[in-house]
């Protein structure tokens, strides 16, 4: 089996010894109009690279990606929201939680190309303004974390497990916090945050 | 992770025909086991198929059967009210599982399709017969912690690492699948296989099959009776070392019917069946389930490192069947 870089130039090679002709019947008018311009590495992306539209934090995006690229790396490297953080990058320790339609999950193992149409929220989307969101200001008042890595996870993750209603005891919180790791061993104090937030009550 | 074309489509045919269409393909649902295996160079599909906008997320009662759509989401299954009340084994077995970021991803359809989490299978410098068949078995002589107890072969001691199967298994649920040859309904206990010398094949599923539902029988005895234990290195988010799903039907003091299987000791989900006929017609007694265990384990067998298995085993059946007829 060739390898990447084989199938990268074997793919470039075929462009650039491509007629027009070819190109014609085999080609999208963007490539064609590539080919014209001697635009082949261009035209080389365009075959791998297809459009995704998603709204993050309420901002409408029409972006073109590989399909290869996750919605964390699409996040931090794209739009520059380097709040969700890649720790493990194989969906085991919870540090790059967004939440897509509501809902938390792993962005570092969810494919930018399967959001088209979704709404994704990150940890640059909680706050209103400059005003933290209760569940930020808990974390802040609780010292829940100590090197800071995994807290946009633990945040959002925070944020859900109060939505979700799974805060009824401190087992419970536990328990359903425990798909984001801290290493620093913020825990207890991770617990108290969500305690409050959730005592407190109102719409968060 | 290599780059691989993407479709998604919108109909049972068109994924089934996009598949057969194409050799490397492989279909997407959640994508929680198949991002992480291509990210690894373990899986590296030329082209996926996204099935995510198919029709198969209701969760429904068909006469004396609770039908689930191959893609419900396993949080969703796990708190839907009907599974909750007819089908209590199988929300405490998908609650036992993975996150809940991840049983917010994955599928039910996926669940059952996902790979062992051998860690010679995961790194692509070891030996490992499922990933690349013929080239041995790295954990026979290696480090086999997790590994089988039942049912393995000199090709392969890996284990299915699904909680959900264990209750699937234990609950008789049959798998409805498509192809272009129409549907059929395969048995839970066939669904999943032993690795014998193809442990390449986790599955009986045929190449251009689709997974479209399960469809669980409604037990109200069962239901009143169903217990998940999962023992495992930490309290939460970790793959079970055993684990035992137990449904019971009794009549005062008397078993009248009994499921048992079990998780992380085979590569498949294990049923007792041994254990369930000795138990069948018996006293719920403490001396009962001990034998009733000590039958499970006739033909267990143990490679070093996962020798405690031989007595976490049995303890994990009888206190399963202690707690679940309310002797503990």
């Known amino acids: ?204 | 992770m290599i780059n691989f074309d993407y479709v998604k489509v919108s109909s049972s045919k068109s994924a089934i025909d996009a598949l057969n269409k194409d050799a490397a393909a492989q279909f997407i649902a959640g994508g929680t086991n198949l991002v992480d295996l291509m990210k690894r160079g373990v899986a590296s599909p030329q082209k996926l198929i996204d099935i995510n906008n198919l029709p198969f997320k209701n969760i429904e009662q068909i006469n004396g059967f609770i039908r689930i759509g191959a893609l419900a989401l396993n949080s969703d299954v796990a708190g839907n009210e009907l599974i909750v009340k007819k089908i209590p084994l199988l929300s405490q077995a998908l609650n036992a599982g993975a996150s809940p970021q991840l049983r917010n991803m994955a599928t039910m359809g996926g669940n059952m399709m996902q790979r062992t989490r051998c860690t010679y299978f995961y790194d692509t410098t070891m030996p490992c017969n499922k990933r690349k068949p013929g080239s041995g078995c790295g954990a026979i002589k290696g480090y086999n912690r997790m590994h089988a107890i039942f049912g393995a072969s000199d090709s392969c001691i890996a284990v299915n690492p699904s909680d959900m199967c264990v209750a699937l298994a234990a609950l008789d649920a049959r798998v409805v699948v498509s192809s272009n040859k129409g549907e059929r309904k395969i048995p839970f206990a066939d669904f999943h296989r032993l690795p014998g010398n193809t442990p390449e094949k986790d599955n009986n599923l045929q190449r251009g099959e689709l997974i479209t539902a399960i469809e669980i029988p409604v037990n109200d005895s069962f239901a009143k009776n169903s217990l998940y234990v999962k023992i495992r290195d930490r309290a939460s988010y970790a793959f079970a070392l055993v684990s035992v799903a137990v449904v019971l039907d009794m009549n005062g003091n008397t078993i009248r019917d009994v499921r048992l299987a079990m998780g992380g000791v085979s590569h498949k989900p294990w049923r007792l069946i041994a254990s369930e006929k000795f138990l069948k017609g018996k006293i719920a007694s403490v001396d009962n389930f001990k034998d009733s265990a000590a039958i499970a384990m006739k033909d267990a067998k143990s490679y070093g490192f996962n020798n405690f298995k031989l007595i976490l085993t049995p303890n994990t059946i009888v206190q399963s069947l202690k707690t679940v007829s309310g002797l503990s």
């Open chain 1, 1 to 204: 089996m060739k390898d990447k870089g084989d199938l990268h130039q074997a793919r470039r090679k075929f462009l650039k010894q491509s007629s027009a002709l070819t190109a014609l019947a085999l080609a999208s008018p963007v490539l064609i109009k590539a080919a014209e311009n001697n635009l082949d590495e261009k035209a080389a992306e365009y075959f791998e690279k297809q459009s995704v539209q998603i709204e993050v934090n309420g901002i409408q995006h029409d972006l073109s990606v590989e399909p290869r690229v996750t919605l964390l790396d699409l996040l931090r490297e794209q739009l520059n929201l380097t709040g969700s953080k890649k720790g493990c990058d194989y969906g085991q320790c919870g540090a790059c939680t967004v939440h897509v339609n509501g809902r938390r999950v792993l962005s570092c193992i969810s494919l930018a190309i399967m959001q088209k149409g979704k709404k994704i929220t990150t940890i640059e989307g909680l706050a209103n303004g400059d005003t933290l969101h209760p569940m930020q200001q808990a974390f802040i008042k609780h010292d829940g974390f100590q090197c800071g890595y995994c807290t946009p996870g633990q945040i959002m993750s925070a944020v859900a497990c109060v939505r979700e209603g799974h805060v009824n005891s401190e087992d419970e919180i536990r328990e359903y916090m425990s798909g984001n790791i801290c290493r620093c061993g913020a825990y207890p104090n991770i617990v108290d945050a969500i305690k409050e937030v959730n005592e407190k009550g109102g719409k968060i």
